[in-house]
């Protein structure tokens, strides 16, 4: 009998701990972990983290994340079963520059952090051959580049193909210069076959139409017969050889091809123009409203764009900048003022920014990127569905300087900035939880005078003075992008 009693308690134990440990399992399985200082069951979070860099050293709150305990989920690493509240995370690479944020953690939910970028600490330049003297460049849609040249009073336009390393100058003047300081680019055609190019003479601003081909150069105002001063000359992208531009108030059309000067018109008391594919934005100069019609010069009907009147300064310069008819923006560029239309807004057209030297459109027109003299800001035309959420018609500052910011634009992902601070080239992220991670890409031995990205390519093309050498120079460095697949 006693031995019938000791193997009844021994099997109830065996049991009570088998299911204790199964209870255990499953609660951990489940996300549960056991608190001793509170004596019971919490329910814990998750970290997800992406980053540019394939393999990566995580530390949370100081302790090292063993890869065992690392997982992988929709190409992030995930770090499961941690407690609620705020901690610490760390991730860093050999030859890069460590990142870190402050994090909370609220039961049963993942916090996210999906374009983590790590700066390397010393990235190798690649000098572009014969570039010496180079003031500005300007990329095609294919591989080419146009690149001005100043060296004492003459002013070239070379062609530099990046894939092979060949170059040809198309272009030059000793009676003219460019000014590189200007929003004014070099613009090429659709088929990368001539370009628009800005000068300034002592009779005023002047455009040249160079062919690349022929290297034949012809001065605007010629091909047109406008004697009026000429200015935002754009190409046509649906026909090839044909540009507009405005010349006072009026807006004409011109095939560059014509022997007989002669541009024509398509309205008048236009203030500024945007292309829009096949179709023209412009704001009228009478009643401050946006409309659009066909660039073809036929149907010339013009449907009304925002239903709310801008008001203009008199004999004010605007610029529009539009992504798609239902998100535009309209600068007046003597005070900078930035005013933007969302259809999706409660109030569609409305003023955002003063002093604002230049704006850019992220790729998928969620966001507009502007920036003054020591500020930079984005605009949300959408809500953004990511950590950390954005609601459109928000604006958010990036990031303010004492000193003057310059060549200010998108990093590939549109998560980052790129831009100039003094002879620094910087790299900031939109993330601001717990603070903005602000990373030095390059630093060099004077200000540059562009930054010039080419996404696809992982490339940030630099234009400035080499290491001991007053002369300008392009260099180029490489910035890989988001990796599709992290390693362990």
């Not at 299911?19 to 489940?30: Q, T």
């Not at 690479?93 to 600490?121: C, D, H, M, R």
């Amino acid at each position: 009998m006693i031995a019938l009693h000791h193997r009844r308690i021994l099997f109830f134990l065996f049991s009570a701990s088998f299911f204790v440990a199964a209870s255990s399992v499953l609660f951990y399985a489940y996300g549960y972990r056991f608190s001793i200082e509170r004596g019971i069951f919490i329910y814990t979070g998750s970290l997800s983290l992406k980053t540019n860099v394939e393999t990566v050293t995580i530390r949370i709150d100081g302790e090292l994340i063993p890869e065992k305990k690392l997982g992988i989920l929709n190409n992030s690493i995930q770090v499961s079963g941690l407690a609620p509240g705020e901690h610490f995370v760390e991730v860093s690479a050999p030859g890069y520059q460590t990142w870190s944020k402050k994090f909370v953690i609220q039961s049963g939910l993942t916090a996210e952090f999906w374009n983590i970028f790590l700066v390397e600490a010393n990235y190798p330049r690649e000098t572009i051959a014969g570039t010496e003297n180079v003031l500005k460049m300007f990329p095609a849609p294919n591989s080419l580049m146009a690149t001005v040249k100043v060296a004492g009073d003459r002013t070239s336009v070379d062609i530099l193909d990046i894939t092979s390393g060949g170059r040809e100058e198309v272009y030059t003047t000793t009676t003219a210069r460019f000014l590189p300081t200007t929003e004014t680019n070099i613009e090429w055609s659709p088929e990368s076959h001539k370009l628009i190019v800005p000068l300034v003479a002592e009779t005023g601003p002047l455009f040249v139409i160079a062919t690349i081909e022929t290297k034949e150069s012809r001065l605007l105002s010629e091909l047109s017969g406008i004697t009026d001063p000429i200015r935002a000359p754009r190409w046509d992208a649906t026909t090839k050889d044909f540009l507009f531009f405005l010349s006072g108030q009026s807006l004409y059309r011109l095939d560059t091809r014509t022997t007989t000067p002669g541009a024509s018109l398509l309205s008048d008391h236009i203030s500024a123009y945007d292309i829009s594919g096949n179709k023209l934005l412009y704001l009228d100069s009478h009643d401050g409203l946006v409309y659009e019609i066909n660039g073809d010069g036929n149907d010339q009907s013009p449907k009304q764009i925002t239903d709310t009147a801008l008001t203009l300064t008199p004999n004010g310069v605007y610029s529009l900048i539009s992504y798609d008819d239902t998100r535009l923006a309209i600068i007046e560029e003597e005070a900078g003022s930035l005013s933007v239309y969302n259809e999706k807004a409660p109030v569609h057209l409305k003023e955002i920014g003063r002093g604002v030297k230049s704006i850019q459109y992220s790729d998928d027109g969620k966001k507009l990127l502007s920036y003054s003299e020591n500020e930079i800001s984005v605009y949300f035309n959408r809500d953004w569905e990511a950590q950390p959420f954005r609601s459109a018609d928000s604006i958010v500052q990036i990031a303010r300087f004492s000193a003057p910011v310059r060549n200010v634009m998108w990093a590939e992902d549109y998560e980052h900035v790129i831009f100039s601070l003094g002879k620094n080239v910087k790299m900031i992220e939109l993330d601001n939880r717990d603070r903005r991670n602000l990373s030095d890409l390059l630093t060099l031995p004077t200000a540059p005078l562009q930054l010039l990205p080419r996404f696809g390519s992982d490339t940030l093309y630099v234009v400035s003075e080499s290491d001991g050498s007053a002369t300008n120079t392009v260099f180029r460095i490489t910035l890989p992008q988001f990796a599709t697949f992290l390693g362990l």
